[in-house]
């Protein structure tokens, strides 16, 4: 049975819960456990499907087609564990589940209330899969005192308090803020966060505390006194620059250590963490750099594209460089000349969005890759927008676009040669779709397979003819005019197996240009770069050489 790692945040939120939990199962992984991590967010969204960007973040996509939180994509960066939908769960699925049971008539007429049946629904879920692993890692969303996140704060405490001595630990995330005027680092917000959580009768047993300064011994042993915690359990998390030295700063913090002495675990297993060295060897000695452009929709937010970003470090990492990625608003060329904003980049990537705004842009984006010899990654919508780009210049389609666009505007404005998918093919079950369908889970999502056309550039980067990648989108590139775009030299490289969906295309006489309809970011880890970004930083260092 595993143990349970309950993770909590205290003060402010931002504080790194999501990157703690990932960086201490890489620690775990490197000791020879195995480990599972898992999300509980309070949010009344059911998923965050069908959030804005703006809003949340990316959405984060399962190999079973689960729309989660973006931490997810942390876990498995760092632990190369593939989530699954049972791995994230929101107080809105939470009360559906409950309400659902209610009109079954499940409760057998009794009163429903928080508790115990909301939170006996959210220990249901801590359950699942128990028996599967050594350590079940559980980040809860928000901060201590939020009234959201009660119900789950009461089930962990339930939880624990239902299991043996040592099968639960809490590891509390809280924040000690530096007073420049008195030159002090402040403990009170951190005893305040403590006493908030033991106030519902959880206790920490490891506290995690980020800093800008350095934290004193004095400073660790009053918070050690005052939040009854060991001393060597107040582990200082400062900032870093790469989240992947996370996994080697917390092992020399003692994170790992605290956490394997909390169960009461000795002796404990040394860990091996070659691997993890070996990553920031490659970004702190890099031997060269490239500048990346990345010409998108929802470039205000750091977190929108937080897959991409990461994907293309590890493609640097790949190839021992440093990537620059420099983040373009797409609307911007909708009103000027892309030529001096993408002039000196070494390659374009245009990533995947909704909608029909700065659209426009992102063709002029794939224009330019295509027309200048610039190595391009065109990734869901990115590749949508390279197909009407060509349709519209080579393939006689002048009015050329995405029937997405005309849904969006209500009338019919252009030759769809990107079309709404009515149906595809899930396992051994026939999917359908509509346009009027509920937004929330309807997509294309989830893992399935292409196949690569032999001597393709993408069979090159992969090294294989099979390949299964993951999906979230509603629209295909229409297969009705792929002999116009062929004459025009666009392969189809990639489809997937009963020929109808082109899952990836390229360019036959340029550098490197690939437009692929699926999310690949979402299976790049440091680790393990995945094999498109690794060739497509390897092309843009290839063209850095000829400036």
Same mark, same amino acid.
């Given at each position: 049975?595993? /143990?349970?790692?309950?993770?909590?945040?205290?003060?402010?939120?931002?504080?790194?819960?999501?990157?703690?939990?990932?960086?201490?199962?890489?620690?775990?992984?490197? /000791?020879?456990?195995?480990?599972?991590?898992?999300?509980?967010?309070?949010?009344?969204?059911?998923?965050?499907?069908?959030?804005?960007?703006?809003? @949340?973040?990316?959405?984060?996509?399962?190999?079973?087609?689960?729309?989660?939180?973006?931490?997810?994509?942390?876990?498995?960066?760092?632990?190369?564990?593939?989530?699954?939908?049972?791995?994230?769960?929101?107080?809105?699925?939470?009360?559906?589940?409950?309400?659902?049971?209610?009109?079954?008539?499940?409760?057998?007429?009794?009163?429903?209330?928080?508790?115990? @049946?909301?939170?006996?629904?959210?220990?249901?879920?801590?359950?699942?899969?128990?028996?599967?692993?050594?350590?079940?890692?559980?980040?809860?969303?928000?901060?201590?005192?939020?009234?959201?996140?009660?119900?789950?704060?009461?089930?962990?405490?339930?939880?624990?308090?239902?299991?043996?001595?040592?099968?639960?630990?809490?590891?509390?995330?809280?924040?000690?803020?530096?007073?420049?005027?008195?030159?002090?680092?402040?403990?009170?917000?951190?005893?305040?966060?403590?006493?908030?959580?033991?106030?519902?009768?959880?206790?920490?047993?490891?506290?995690?505390?980020?800093?800008?300064?350095?934290? !004193?011994?004095?400073?660790?042993?009053?918070?050690?006194?005052?939040?009854?915690?060991?001393?060597?359990?107040?582990?200082?998390?400062?900032?870093?620059?790469?989240?992947?030295?996370?996994?080697?700063?917390?092992?020399?913090?003692?994170?790992?250590?605290?956490?394997?002495?909390?169960?009461?675990?000795?002796?404990?297993?040394?860990? +091996?963490? $070659?691997?993890?060295?070996?990553?920031?060897? /490659?970004?702190?000695?890099?031997?060269?750099?490239?500048?990346?452009?990345?010409?998108?929709?929802?470039?205000?937010?750091?977190?929108?594209?937080?897959?991409?970003?990461?994907?293309?470090?590890?493609?640097?990492?790949?190839?021992?460089?440093?990537?620059?990625?420099?983040?373009? +608003?797409?609307?911007?060329?909708?009103?000027?000349?892309?030529?001096?904003?993408?002039?000196?980049? &070494?390659?374009?990537?245009?990533?995947?969005?909704?909608?029909?705004?700065?659209?426009?842009?992102?063709?002029?984006?794939?224009?330019?890759?295509?027309?200048?010899?610039? !190595?391009?990654?065109?990734?869901?919508?990115?590749?949508?927008?390279?197909?009407?780009?060509?349709?519209?210049?080579?393939?006689?389609?002048?009015?050329?676009?995405?029937?997405?666009?005309?849904?969006?505007?209500?009338?019919?404005?252009?030759?769809?040669?990107?079309? @709404?998918?009515?149906?595809?093919?899930?396992?051994?079950?026939?999917?359908?779709?509509? !346009?009027?369908?509920?937004?929330?889970?309807?997509?294309?999502?989830?893992?399935?397979?292409?196949?690569?056309?032999?001597?393709?550039?993408?069979?090159?980067?992969?090294?294989?003819?099979?390949?299964?990648?993951?999906?979230?989108?509603?629209?295909?590139?229409?297969? $009705?005019?792929?002999?116009?775009?062929?004459?025009?030299?666009?392969?189809?490289?990639?489809?997937?197996?009963?020929?109808?969906?082109?899952?990836?295309?390229?360019?036959?006489?340029?550098?490197?240009?690939?437009?692929?309809?699926? &999310?690949?970011?979402?299976?790049?880890?440091?680790?393990?770069?995945?094999?498109?970004?690794?060739?497509?930083?390897?092309?843009?260092?290839?063209?850095?050489?000829?400036?």
């Amino acid at each position: 049975m595993a /143990r349970y790692v309950f993770i909590t945040g205290g003060v402010v939120s931002s504080l790194g819960k999501g990157l703690a939990s990932a960086a201490l199962g890489a620690l775990l992984q490197a /000791r020879g456990f195995t480990v599972r991590l898992r999300k509980l967010d309070p949010y009344l969204n059911v998923d965050p499907g069908t959030m804005s960007p703006f809003e @949340h973040g990316e959405v984060f996509v399962t190999d079973d087609g689960a729309e989660t939180d973006l931490d997810l994509g942390h876990y498995e960066r760092f632990t190369g564990v593939p989530a699954r939908a049972t791995d994230s769960i929101s107080a809105g699925r939470i009360y559906m589940n409950v309400l659902e049971k209610e009109r079954r008539g499940d409760y057998l007429g009794r009163t429903i209330q928080v508790i115990p @049946h909301v939170t006996d629904e959210i220990k249901a879920f801590l359950r699942i899969g128990e028996d599967e692993t050594d350590f079940m890692l559980c980040e809860i969303g928000g901060t201590v005192g939020d009234i959201e996140g009660l119900p789950f704060f009461e089930a962990i405490r339930q939880f624990a308090h239902e299991r043996p001595r040592h099968a639960c630990i809490f590891v509390h995330v809280t924040l000690l803020p530096f007073i420049a005027a008195s030159g002090e680092l402040k403990t009170k917000p951190t005893q305040h966060s403590v006493k908030e959580l033991r106030a519902i009768g959880i206790a920490p047993d490891v506290l995690l505390c980020r800093s800008e300064h350095p934290i !004193p011994d004095k400073e660790r042993e009053k918070i050690a006194l005052f939040c009854n915690v060991r001393p060597d359990a107040v582990i200082p998390a400062y900032d870093l620059t790469s989240i992947y030295a996370a996994p080697l700063a917390y092992h020399r913090a003692g994170f790992d250590r605290a956490v394997l002495d909390a169960f009461a675990i000795a002796p404990a297993p040394r860990p +091996d963490l $070659r691997r993890w060295e070996d990553v920031i060897d /490659r970004l702190e000695h890099a031997e060269g750099e490239v500048r990346v452009a990345v010409v998108g929709k929802y470039t205000g937010l750091d977190d929108a594209y937080k897959s991409i970003a990461e994907a293309l470090t590890h493609g640097g990492i790949a190839n021992r460089v440093r990537v620059r990625a420099e983040w373009i +608003d797409a609307e911007i060329f909708e009103r000027e000349d892309p030529a001096p904003w993408l002039e000196g980049f &070494h390659a374009i990537l245009v990533p995947g969005g909704f909608g029909e705004r700065g659209t426009e842009g992102k063709i002029k984006a794939a224009a330019f890759a295509r027309l200048r010899a610039v !190595p391009y990654l065109g990734i869901c919508l990115g590749m949508q927008m390279a197909v009407i780009e060509l349709a519209r210049d080579c393939a006689g389609l002048a009015d050329a676009g995405s029937e997405e666009f005309d849904v969006e505007a209500g009338r019919r404005r252009f030759t769809p040669v990107i079309y @709404h998918l009515k149906e595809w093919v899930q396992g051994n079950r026939r999917v359908e779709r509509r !346009p009027t369908d509920a937004k929330g889970g309807t997509m294309r999502l989830g893992a399935y397979s292409a196949l690569l056309a032999p001597g393709s550039r993408a069979a090159a980067a992969y090294g294989a003819g099979e390949v299964e990648e993951r999906h979230r989108h509603r629209y295909e590139v229409d297969i $009705r005019y792929r002999d116009r775009l062929e004459a025009c030299g666009m392969v189809f490289s990639g489809m997937s197996p009963d020929g109808r969906l082109p899952e990836i295309v390229e360019l036959r006489d340029h550098p490197w240009f690939v437009g692929v309809q699926f &999310h690949p970011e979402l299976k790049s880890k440091p680790l393990a770069p995945h094999p498109l970004f690794a060739a497509f930083v390897r092309a843009a260092v290839e063209a850095s050489r000829l400036v």
